[in-house]
């Protein structure tokens, strides 16, 4: 039986805004509302926190055991070798890889994924045409193992698939669009990477959730469509 596991990449120093993971984002932190994206899909069998083992990052650690997921933790900056162990440790298959910028990480968008990397026998599958911090990307473990042995340039190592990318004769890997039109909307920015999107989010999860509704990415787009200025990726 084929075991899926989504890997959640975090670390507190981020330079842009430090500490954002465990910033609240209305009543819940952002990695919080990040896992319980996560736990909405259908097809994922274990989430895993990839943290690093710098002594900032215990806190990472505690939060991601108090949420009910595994962590594992390694490199700081050799990020492509700390995924790669985390996978490892988690004895999936495929691998599902979410990063902690994103709350509305969208679920349908990771079985979506999952469903045509193995429906295709693919290595890679990405996403294209969403919004900006929805996506996802989906590999096999033995597509990251290669990328981790063979990749040597700074860059392919401080991220994940850049090797897999860079290297299409040895992966089969294609980009998918959204199965609903409705949510091919690449001109939204739904992301935390600093203090206004921080605000602007923010923003968001306060109106709907205190008008008691629940924060999917059709309510999100809505009410960013009302107010353009707030989240489009030409306003933000």
Not at 27 to 43: N, P
Not at 95 to 109: G, M, Q
């Amino acid at each position: 039986m084929v075991k899926v596991a989504a890997i959640i990449q975090a670390r507190l120093s981020s330079q842009r805004l430090p500490g954002k993971v465990l910033k609240d984002l209305h009543g819940k932190t952002l990695l919080e509302r990040v896992i319980g994206q996560a736990q909405k899909s259908s097809s994922v069998d274990e989430i895993w926190l990839a943290t690093s083992a710098e002594p900032e990052d215990d806190l990472l650690e505690i939060a991601g055991r108090r949420l009910g997921v595994s962590v594992y933790r390694g490199p700081l900056d050799n990020v492509l070798q700390r995924f790669y162990e985390t996978a490892e440790h988690s004895g999936a298959d495929l691998i599902v890889r979410i990063t902690a910028d994103n709350p509305l990480v969208e679920p349908r968008f990771i079985d979506q994924g999952l469903a045509a990397l193995q429906a295709n026998r693919l290595d890679y599958v990405g996403m294209e045409h969403v919004p900006y911090g929805t996506g996802i990307e989906v590999f096999t473990r033995q597509a990251l193992i290669r990328a981790a042995q063979e990749a040597t340039s700074d860059y392919e190592r401080e991220h994940v698939t850049p090797y897999i990318l860079n290297h299409p004769e040895k992966f089969n890997m294609i980009k998918i669009q959204p199965e609903l039109k409705h949510l091919q909307r690449e001109d939204v920015r739904l992301t935390i990477d600093t203090m206004e999107d921080y605000v602007k989010m923010y923003k968001l999860f306060y109106h709907l959730e205190n008008q008691k509704i629940e924060v999917a990415l059709e309510q999100a787009i809505q009410y960013i469509d009302k107010l353009p200025e707030l989240l489009h990726q030409d306003g933000a």
